[in-house]
């Protein structure tokens, strides 16, 4: 199984960015995908999460209005899409899969997440 994520890169404040993750591997729409990024000294947090169909999601406060994930299970792909961007966003950005029906409270947890990719790092500049 591989995640590979990939769409980072610099930004200045209020611009926006598309991540996109693709998978190969495993059966893409059995898995619920989520999105996972980590600052400079601090802990790995949680950004977003999408169902196998895509018809639910769930987000960090942080980005609530600001980030939007979205899935093509044709395509293997699931993306997030970064508007208004903020220099406390700037962080390396991970994707991951778990084989797991949807919910809002595990859908957080990173330990669950049966697969990862390698991170692609996006840099907001004040």
């Known amino acids: 199984v591989q995640l590979q994520a990939f769409g980072g890169g610099l930004v200045q404040a209020g611009g926006s960015l598309r991540l996109s993750c693709t998978a190969s591997g495993l059966t893409f729409s059995n898995y619920r995908m989520g999105w996972f990024r980590q600052a400079p000294g601090k802990e790995r947090e949680f950004v977003g999460a999408?169902?196998?169909?895509?018809?639910?999601?769930v987000y960090t406060d942080s980005v609530k209005g600001r980030f939007t994930i979205s899935r093509d299970n044709a395509k293997n792909t699931v993306y997030l899409q970064m508007d208004s961007l903020k220099s406390e966003d700037t962080a390396v950005y991970s994707c991951?899969?778990?084989?797991?029906?949807?919910?809002?409270?595990?859908?957080?947890?990173?330990?669950?997440?049966?697969?990862w990719g390698q991170g692609t790092l996006v840099t907001v500049s004040s």
């Open positions: 999408i169902s196998r169909s895509g018809g639910r999601t």
């Open positions: 991951a899969a778990d084989w797991a029906s949807f919910d809002n409270t595990t859908a957080v947890v990173a330990t669950l997440y049966d697969y």
